[in-house]
C-alpha cells in the first residue's frame, strides 16, 4: 500500500518537481497551495504524513502545523522550507512538527527524512494498540 502525503506547497515549479519524485517513489501525494486547502484535506482524508512549505499566502506552516496539532496529534509534520534560520527550525518544532529540511537538499535527504519519520508513527501507534489490548 503506498503511504500517502499532504504536500502543502505554494510555488508551482517546487510543488510539481516534489511531487513527481515522490510519487516516482511509489508515495501517493495530494498537493494543496493555502492553509485553508489543507486544513480541509487534513481534517477529511488521512495521510502518513504532512509535508509544509513555511511561507503560504494565507499564513505560515507554523499556523498550519498548530492547527493540525487540534486534531491530528500523531501525524508526522516534516517542514520543507527555503527559511533556513535555527528560530524557524525551533519555532516548527515548538508548532507540533517532528522535523524541518532546508531547501534545498537532495532528494535523498527529503526521501529518507520522509522514510523514518513514517516508520517511526507506524512504530508508536503499534505499540499503542498492543498497550491498548494489554490492558
Request: proline letters at 3%; glycine letters at 4%.
Amino acid at each position: 500500500m503506498k503511504r500517502r502525503i499532504l504536500f502543502i506547497e505554494d510555488h508551482d515549479d517546487t510543488r510539481e518537481l516534489v511531487r513527481f519524485v515522490l510519487e516516482a517513489s511509489d508515495y501517493s501525494v495530494t498537493t494543496e497551495t493555502t492553509i485553508a486547502a489543507a486544513l480541509q484535506q487534513a481534517g477529511s482524508e488521512k495521510f502518513d504524513l504532512y509535508l509544509v512549505d513555511n511561507w503560504l499566502p494565507d499564513g505560515t506552516g507554523f499556523e498550519l502545523c498548530e492547527q493540525i496539532r487540534e486534531f491530528d496529534p500523531v501525524t508526522p509534520v516534516l517542514f520543507y522550507s527555503g527559511a533556513a534560520f535555527e528560530s524557524d527550525k525551533v519555532r516548527a518544532i515548538q508548532a507540533g512538527a517532528q522535523a524541518y529540511l532546508s531547501k534545498p537538499c537532495t532528494f535523498a535527504d527529503l526521501l529518507h527524512a520522509l522514510g523514518v519519520l513514517i516508520t517511526q508513527a507506524q512504530q508508536r501507534i503499534a505499540v499503542a494498540e498492543v498497550q491498548n489490548l494489554v490492558a
